[in-house]
């Protein structure tokens, strides 16, 4: 039994609130367990310098905590002046991990700004941004569609994140709340396609190391994570997940 | 008629929830029309080093907006490595307000931190932002009352603030949102305590000036506004502010 | 009797140097009592780019304490990194005054940099700052007009400003010095046209709060002392002075 | 065949000098192929302040490139004023690598900083990083155990990284250069201990995604790359490396 | 004839004004033709953390120019976030130069903080700014003295500066204003002490190389306008030069 | 005897290793004793924008250390978040010099990036950073000439730097090693060219002053020494060096 009374393969619960403040092109708060991640995608209608007259777009993300979303209050990014390392490894990951599944070549010269800002903290924000962002994209896209701005929807494939761990008792456990992640000897978080791949594996190891059986029981209990979390996906996107993957390239 | 309807001295519909994020000592969210502010008070066990010995506390505010909490989205002060003037201005006036309904010296070493983050935008970020803090600081007193690190409430009054303008036609309004405060001749901020007394006014008239007898119209539309919203803090704060004031000094 | 001798209703002696550094298109040395700022405007032929390509000119002021300007030395700004919020809000509060007085469709695609550096301080630089700067600006546009850079004068009339406050016997006083201001309960900066209205009003009172009838008579003697201020501009500025407001828009 | 006539299961040359420069306590130059890294490792004797006084000790890694190690010449990250967000990933992981198979018990207060500089790059330097600072810090502890500063040697095991991708065509390799990194569907480094366990594992797929199975052949890649490297490791570090372990708690 | 009808060794004319500003401890005005600079020193009684301990005091220095001292605005280095390398270069010279005269064994673990702010520039601000800070300096010591918080006068002897060049005509000329300079073929800067040493040369041929004869030219045009310097100095000084030296070890 | 067993005009052996990184233009690992730098020019096709559309180039120099090239380890100016006055002086200075013997109006709008890293550290780092820097750039234009992309040579002359000093025995000195340098009562550095003319000089006694004759004796120990250092260039550069002063304008 874990300490809020979970077992080892049980996800904690997942709310999505679509449609949560007005001005974004897509805006979703994603709740897990007590974690909960406010996901804006803005759509602008350039590009970066660097990708400038390419005919295609891009998709970028930041990441930010509230200063109290934690146990102890953060002091904020801006008033110090800089980005922490570990805000610029959650945002670049955030946005690789969304173009894995956008064909940049189909949203003509935008850029899709991601916001995820932390209102509460309990574990495993960086993968409840993911799937959360992942729908904000989704819902962005749809707009964009409407109005028809693009043609065809963009997205090729579901996209959601969840993180695995091993307990100092050597247990491999599914969605690690704060607790158990701080306790973790190994905390590896995984990112996966509706095809059933990997789009990122990030497992570390700092306080033991782990051999290939054990990455073997996580990745199982991430991939049945996964799958769940794709459904409440598919619930709330609706028939937008219809239009997923009408733009691959089938010579490709 | 205004564009949303209401009349000259009409507020927008005012909604607070309190205890809304589960880290902080005090946390509100504050929905004033469509603007939306997360205030959270936290409490310190210490103050910066300017008024240490001094056995008194101190508060401090600190004030952004999401990136998309705008029609446009904004680059956040994090990565541009700076926080604006009108960032500055805001949290320098959110602090002083609460200051002046606190009475330092009961609080002991202690420093609150108050975080104003604006979730969604509609004019009036800086005045319900004061609103809904002086909430979530109330609520953090009385969690150390509760848990008795204070003896009496150090609180000594309620405090809210509006804002009120002249439209481009010479007529004075209350409590403006975001497309009448575009248009405003004169634009003007009004912090008041429960008394009736003024803690700060900040009246501008960029493209206008403005003359003494359209000042004492706003003056009463502020006041006017202002006593519904103790009316509202009083029912959200309930028996706290039976406390307001107790520790005043009688012989002062 | 007030700590320098003055009556609460009198001004500190004010001198006024024209054409104090000899590359500013406009400058001026104000002294204030022992307050003394360098007021230079400079004029640069292109508008920043936000307001590129309207055809109307933009004026913006930056504010500067020398690190020895006070009893203390503070750490140069530049040394720092950045700009204090103080300083932000100082600056923005000079370059809004003056933009109330100068119509800016009339200059061209032109900026004016408005400088104030504070040499030495004794209360009330940030007023002594808008009244020196305004004489600077209209002597750059004097010069403007000399080389018909410009056709007509784009001043609308006379602007400055001043202090005043509320003293811990509750006495209401002008233009607060250093100690007065140190000691003050309420302390309000006001700055008004020729016409006798008000560009800005800021009233903060930290330590108290204040009622309505005490703005009233610190409103009052704001006026007084501001119209004392217009005299002596007018000496300074002579001539120049008679073409104020000869573009305003007749129709407006 | 790949582009540099290698099997896809072999390593580049590599090449260790010890004692590079003189001033460290442990120094070396790792040349991967055409990748060359500076690894020098200093003691310091304290601790950053977040671990003073518990009596352990911290490894922390800096890592950065001269500005023309690759092709095109980058700006300097001192000149930008601040550390790029890929640089800060790498430190970090660094860092998290040689702590886990460091006895930070068995050190004192004392910070080992290492750092990795790059002169020349072309693909794999952060685990050529990770692989030449591991016998930095071993020859560092060295020089401490030699004037007796410590007493057992606090590393527990060999470590070493490599990294392993997917070619377009689908051909899983080992040890990228940076033409392969450039076109390669799937990027993974992997981090082993001596003993054969993970310590680290980030794959991605920007531009493709992985299966579990291509995931199984990227590790034995890998782990067949890794032993050879400690091959290399053992050579260079001698009897150092008979030490290592000796301080594992046997009852643990 | 040069530019200003002076001949080639003559300076321009100097002015001093001591007690410029009301604060500082040393507080001069130096003009050198139409350079001006105000020169204040501060007495801080603590040094910085490098020093502490060591029962001796530091001299350091800051310059900053007004923005609009020359002829085109410059961007202050408080808004740029950082201060140019040439700000930097000519503070560590007039911190440099000032060290050379000053035992800062006989003053106490104390700091000198000296402040250049240049108010109008026309070539040669670094060597005005070396010229009036001695001055400023010796004041600060004097004031001191006088409520004996030291018991000698620190100051060794006189110091001054001054530069020279070679215009594209070839001709060595002593104090270069703007226009020389900006044509100059060589420009050298030459700090002196009274006994007819040197503290510092510092010369440079951008456009151009320069002989050994040249320099001798050079050296003695800065020699005898030093001298001219010093008499400057010791009319506004008086007495307080009676005690240079006074600290000197007879036995060193 | 000096502490390394040099007479007074001797210099420390020199090493040159060209074409020491693969990417750069010109790529030099120059060592002068225990000295180390890595001197790197690099060539991009257009100039910053204060030059564009003059037909010129220009050359610019970065100068920096390995955090451990030192006997303490420093921090680097990237965490910091700023470069120091030291390092801009020093880059400042190795610029100039360059561009002393290059005609720029030779190069079309082509800038030169030169990149000196200093790798180990034992003293006069910035000259050996000009020594290398000037064999590295004409290497670079060496491939520009190959290439055809210059038509003829731009560098007009040779160029190299040496630093002189006196000992506190009074002692005049050549090429000082870090010990001599922290002892020395007077550090000058000097760049020369081929013709035997002055680029720079620099001379500071911060713990003493020095004589005219004291000056003269440095200068010929600098001649002597920068003189050898000449002959060591020619061996390395070769045949380049025939074509030095090939683009000087007869007419000139």
Known sequence: ?????????????????????????????????????????????????????????????????????????????????KV?????EIQRLIGRALRSVVDLDKIGERTVWVDCDVIQADGGTRTASITGAFIAVVLAFGKLLEVRSIAKMPVTDFLAATSVGVLPDGEEILDLNYEEDSQAHVDMN???????????????????????????????????????????????????????????????
Request: charged residues 25%.
């Open 190 to 252: 995984i990112v996966m396609t509706g095809a059933g791949e990997f789009v990122e594996i990030q497992g570390t190891g700092e306080e033991a190391t782990f051999t290939n059986s054990q990455l073997q029981i996580m990745l199982n209990l991430a991939n049945d994570g996964i799958q769940q979390i794709f459904t409440k996906q598919k619930e709330v996107l609706g028939e937008l997940t219809e239009r997923f993957g009408e733009t691959v390239k089938k010579e490709g």
């Open 1 to 81: 039994m874990r300490n809020d009374q979970r077992t080892v393969n049980s996800l904690r619960p997942i709310k999505i609130t679509t449609h949560y403040v007005n001005h974004p092109e897509g805006s979703v708060l994603i709740e897990v367990g007590d974690t909960k991640v406010i996901c804006n995608a803005s759509i602008e209608d350039r590009v970066p310098p660097f990708m400038r007259g390419q005919g295609k777009g891009w998709i970028t993300a930041e990441y930010a905590m509230l200063p109290r979303a934690t146990a102890q209050r953060n002091i904020r990014e801006s008033s110090k002046g």
């Open 84 to 88: 922490s390392g570990r805000t610029m």
